[in-house]
């Protein structure tokens, strides 16, 4: 897995199920930006619990923000599964969510 290519048309032929692609593109491109900056917020989280030297307000603050981190990261991992299940529903060969059977 990697970056996905953000051009899917070639111009003027471009329809809705390319505007769905690049609707998955932009989001799949999103997840990883948003992995690697919640494994930096977690690395932060860890050097802040580290060198609390034993200061139970420092160690309790570390540890609210490793919750919040992994709560936005859940929230945004939910939010990706939610869109990644409609735009597979309105690209699904053989039927569209927006019509008739094709």
Request: proline share 3%; glycine share 12%; net charge neutral.
């Amino acid at each position: 897995m990697g970056w996905e290519p953000l051009i899917v048309c070639g111009g003027a032929d471009c329809g809705f199920g390319d505007l769905i692609k690049l609707t998955n593109a932009l989001i799949h491109d999103l997840i990883i930006l948003s992995t690697l900056l919640a494994a930096i917020a977690f690395s932060y989280v860890g050097f802040k619990l580290l060198t609390a030297g034993g200061d139970e307000g420092a160690m309790k603050s570390a540890k609210a923000s490793a919750w919040a981190v992994l709560k936005g990261f859940l929230w945004i991992l939910v939010a990706w599964l939610l869109v990644y299940t409609i735009t597979n529903g309105l690209l699904a060969p053989g039927y569209s969510l927006l019509g008739a059977p094709k």
